[in-house]
């Protein structure tokens, strides 16, 4: 029997528990073999688990996305033993909160690595794979800190405001060579264990039971919201999408 047409190859730099998760589970229904990296990579077990479970493809990759070393080793894996990348989506976070006087230098430096330079590293070696095909999607997770800095979030803002350089930079660059660049701003509190208890230790456990339905992103959304980005046309591409839920202010 003749084999079919491999699947493609979508790599979700950032495969957290919860956004990260969802992208991966998008991309798996979608038809794509999912490579999962995080800097504990055996965290990723039971991701693996629910994707092959749901008859998809998952590969589990430990390693430190801040490191240029341990990047291109990867990339360079995943394209000689899985196959060429399709869709490379940078989904590290870094959001803390540290008002300006707690905020040392070794915080600040921190947060840029995981959210700006990390950033460059990934999107540096997809280009360096998708150009000479010329063809793929390098897509990035951002925040409202990627548009305005809020108090306390100086390090979060700074980091999160160069990721976005960055995209805008590589969109108008890597356009003509028929790479989309998008940059996703999520523009509210999504549902994850983190943001639930940030509400419960700001404004009291009552808060939580008080949470209209739909008031947090659920991360299957954000999932399916990237997704759609893959799926546009080239003449009508998207370049930065905010998200929010209906009855979110802004």
Not at 58 to 83: M, V, Y
Not at 109 to 122: C, D, I, N
Not at 169 to 193: C, F, K, Q, W, Y
Request: overall charge negative; some cysteine; hydrophobic content about 45%.
């Amino acid at each position: 029997m003749p084999q079919g047409k491999p699947k493609p190859v979508a790599l979700i730099v950032g495969a957290g528990d919860y956004i990260g998760a969802a992208i991966a589970k998008r991309f798996a229904a979608g038809g794509f073999q999912v490579c999962l990296g995080r800097r504990n990579g055996d965290k990723l077990a039971p991701l693996v688990e629910a994707i092959e479970a749901a008859g998809g493809t998952a590969h589990p990759f430990g390693f430190d996305a801040r490191q240029e070393a341990e990047t291109e080793a990867l990339f360079a894996k995943i394209e000689s033993d899985i196959g060429a990348l399709e869709v490379v989506i940078f989904n590290v976070g870094g959001n803390v909160y540290f008002p300006i006087l707690e905020t040392t230098s070794r915080v600040f430096r921190k947060v840029w690595e995981m959210a700006t330079f990390a950033g460059f590293l990934s999107g540096r070696e997809a280009a360096k794979y998708m150009v000479p095909r010329r063809r793929g999607a390098i897509f990035f997770t951002g925040a409202t800190a990627s548009l305005r800095g809020g108090v306390g979030f100086a390090a979060f803002a700074a980091g999160k405001f160069g990721l976005r350089a960055l995209a805008q930079s590589m969109a108008r660059e890597l356009g003509p060579d028929n790479i989309h660049v998008a940059h996703l701003v999520i523009d509210a509190g999504v549902d994850t264990e983190w943001v639930r208890q940030r509400i419960a230790e700001s404004d009291g456990e009552d808060a939580l039971s008080n949470l209209v339905p739909g008031q947090l992103i659920d991360p299957a959304s954000i999932g399916e919201a990237y997704w759609q980005l893959y799926q546009q046309p080239r003449d009508c591409w998207t370049h930065e999408l905010d998200v929010r839920p209906y009855i979110e202010k802004w």
